[in-house]
């Protein structure tokens, strides 16, 4: 496949305003993140699955993968993120992203880099993966393993980087952020346009798997809000597309800034950056796990069905869960009453992990409404 299909404009209405209306939203499947395997080559600190290698049971096979992704075609044709675990550690991936590709949904992938080849990367092409992205947490190769926890994992990112150049397919840069690597995410953004990188995700720790066990290390909300700034004044210096994941409170940075610099938001957003509204989880986007349970996001553990057990539509069209994250009216907390709840909407796993309630304030939030209660 043409990898010039990422760059198609993909249109949305959506929430572009805040303020006034009812805080419900029909739901627009645009993003699906599918955990193809658990299994994994890696012991990430962060990792939200804590992930080994295996074996897991209960993973979907070949006919189970595609009969999900034609009940996925039935309702929309988003952009599917082939993750993990290391989703090369299955034998039939590539098939599952060709037959992903024939029903006319963008397919991507998510491996950690150990083990792209020439061949994989060729193969991948050839499936019709239009991107992978590939996970730099450090500027310098001794803080990339040992965030990483291998030896190697540094220089195994670099090779898979020349190898997907090799096989002409796109690549962007995912950097976790913690405390350790605050200072280091200039230099990492350098990085990615230094060898290539078609675009740069940033992603705010969201302490769940074994990332609880690291959750000192998470930025704390005025560290948060600095980082997000300095994430927009990037827009103009570089030529990456820029996103920021698990971070929503930067969709209202967007529009706090634009209309400082008395600037319109445009969302002119290609392939995997079309996103428009901050937390997308059960509104825009889903996660499905390698067992097949379905949740808003892979770190709001919330089952709101299981593919094995009733068709991924319903689950999307009738999950509780899934209808009350898209009533924005239900908001609890200081997001109750802020104007930006449509286009920020806080991070609902965080929100979760924090208070066992997904509808609560998001805990790294520095705004105060002016509407919040005295």
Avoid at 109 to 124: F, Q
Avoid at 185 to 197: Q, T, V, W, Y
């Amino acid at each position: 496949m043409d990898t010039t299909k990422m760059h198609e404009h993909m249109k949305h209405g959506g929430p572009h305003g805040h303020g006034g209306g009812h805080g419900k939203k029909e739901a627009e499947l645009r993003l699906v993140a599918w955990e193809t395997t658990r299994r994994c080559n890696l012991s990430c600190v962060h990792c939200r699955a804590a992930a080994e290698n295996g074996p897991y049971p209960g993973e979907l096979d070949t006919e189970a993968a595609f009969r999900l992704l034609d009940q996925i075609a039935e309702v929309s044709k988003p952009i599917i993120i082939l993750t993990g675990g290391e989703p090369l550690l299955r034998e039939d991936i590539f098939e599952i992203a060709a037959y992903g590709n024939k029903l006319g949904m963008r397919m991507t992938m998510a491996p950690n880099g150990t083990l792209v080849t020439a061949e994989n990367a060729k193969k991948m092409v050839e499936s019709g993966i239009v991107r992978i992205s590939l996970s730099l947490d450090g500027a310098t190769k001794a803080f990339h393993d040992g965030f990483r926890g291998v030896d190697g994992a540094y220089d195994s990112v670099m090779q898979a980087v020349e190898h997907a150049k090799a096989a002409g397919l796109e690549f962007q840069i995912n950097t976790t952020i913690t405390k350790e690597n605050l200072s280091q995410i200039p230099d990492i953004l350098a990085k990615a346009e230094e060898i290539g990188a078609v675009a740069h995700h940033i992603f705010l720790l969201v302490p769940t798997g074994r990332g609880k066990y690291i959750a000192d290390s998470e930025i704390n909300a005025k560290e948060y809000e600095e980082t997000l700034n300095w994430f927009y004044d990037q827009r103009e210096k570089t030529s990456l597309q820029l996103k920021a994941t698990c971070a929503p409170h930067y969709y209202r940075i967007l529009r706090q800034r634009a209309k400082e610099d008395g600037k319109k938001v445009t969302f002119e957003t290609h392939g995997l950056d079309a996103v428009t509204r901050g937390c997308l989880g059960g509104i825009g986007f889903c996660f499905v796990s390698h067992t097949g349970t379905v949740q808003p996001c892979g770190f709001l553990h919330t089952d709101c069905g299981n593919v094995k057990e009733q068709p991924f539509g319903e689950i999307w069209q009738n999950s509780k869960v899934f209808k009350e994250l898209r009533d924005y009216d239900l908001l609890e907390g200081k997001c109750g009453p802020c104007e930006y709840k449509r286009v920020c909407g806080g991070c609902r796993a965080r929100a979760f992990e924090a208070t066992g309630s997904y509808l609560t304030e998001e805990p790294l939030c520095s705004y105060k409404p002016p509407r919040m209660e005295k």
